[in-house]
């Protein structure tokens, strides 16, 4: 079975402070992505990546940024947390190589940030 | 106008009852179709998926794509209460990094 793990499950952050959330997955895929999910507006992806040390911005690259030294894991750094980033935070992974068609993507359990 | 509409529910039926769950897009480059399932404090499981257009059915599930409407829905027989959760659809086109484009989700309820 495909396993994607987040650090946390719930957080809680001040305004300011820099964040890191965590996923692995032990799957060896290629292809890593972070989203948010926030009611009314879906998932939306902020950043993938195709490869280590790979990133391309997603639909809503602002006010976050990536890591991925390594192959299984891949970081969301929010540089100065603000109340807006409060949300549901998803990381996935992804069979294939580079612009395969296929998607099937495995979702990690979710990290509820909140920001006050 | 979002790429991707799907009404937001929530639906509430009773079990055994058939299900029709629908999303509508303007994207004409989308190829691949897929249903994800959430459950409540889970990430989303990939359900169905579907190139291009046709039915598929898996057990008391068939995906359909009308490609010419712009139109895919999810049909669920015989509901179960195990069954309540978000449907979120979502599709992609071909190159590009594939990236999914998710509608807003379905919150169902199948009551006993």
């Known amino acids: 079975d495909v396993k994607v793990t987040q650090s946390s499950r719930y957080l809680v952050k001040r305004t300011g402070e820099k964040v890191f959330l965590e996923c692995v997955q032990d799957m060896d895929h290629e292809n890593m992505f972070w989203y948010r999910q926030d009611p009314g507006l879906g998932l939306r992806l902020i950043y993938f990546?195709?490869?280590?040390?790979?990133?391309e911005k997603g639909d809503i690259p602002e006010g976050y940024s990536v890591s991925r030294e390594k192959k299984e894991r891949f970081s969301l750094i929010l540089e100065s947390a603000s109340t807006n980033q409060t949300s549901m935070y998803l990381c996935?992974?992804?069979?294939?190589?580079?612009?395969?068609?296929?998607?099937?993507?495995?979702f990690g359990p979710g990290t509820r940030l909140t920001v006050l | 106008q979002k790429e991707v509409e799907q009404d937001p529910g929530p639906l509430s039926v009773p079990e055994g009852a058939i299900v029709s769950l629908n999303c509508t897009y303007s994207?004409?480059?989308?190829?691949?179709f897929m249903w994800y399932r959430q459950y409540s404090r889970k990430g989303p499981e990939l359900l169905m998926y579907t190139y291009s257009s046709g039915n598929k059915e898996d057990g008391r599930f068939t995906a359909q794509v009308d490609k010419s409407s712009k139109y895919i829905s999810l049909f669920i027989r015989d509901s179960q209460p195990s069954d309540s959760a978000t449907y979120l659809c979502a599709m992609s086109g071909t190159g590009g990094g594939n990236k999914l484009t998710f509608g807003t989700g379905t919150q169902l309820k199948v009551e006993l």
């Open positions: 990546s195709y490869d280590v040390k790979m990133k």
């Open positions: 994207n004409s480059a989308f190829q691949y």
């Open positions: 996935a992974s992804r069979t294939g190589t580079g612009y395969s068609s296929y998607n099937e993507q495995f």
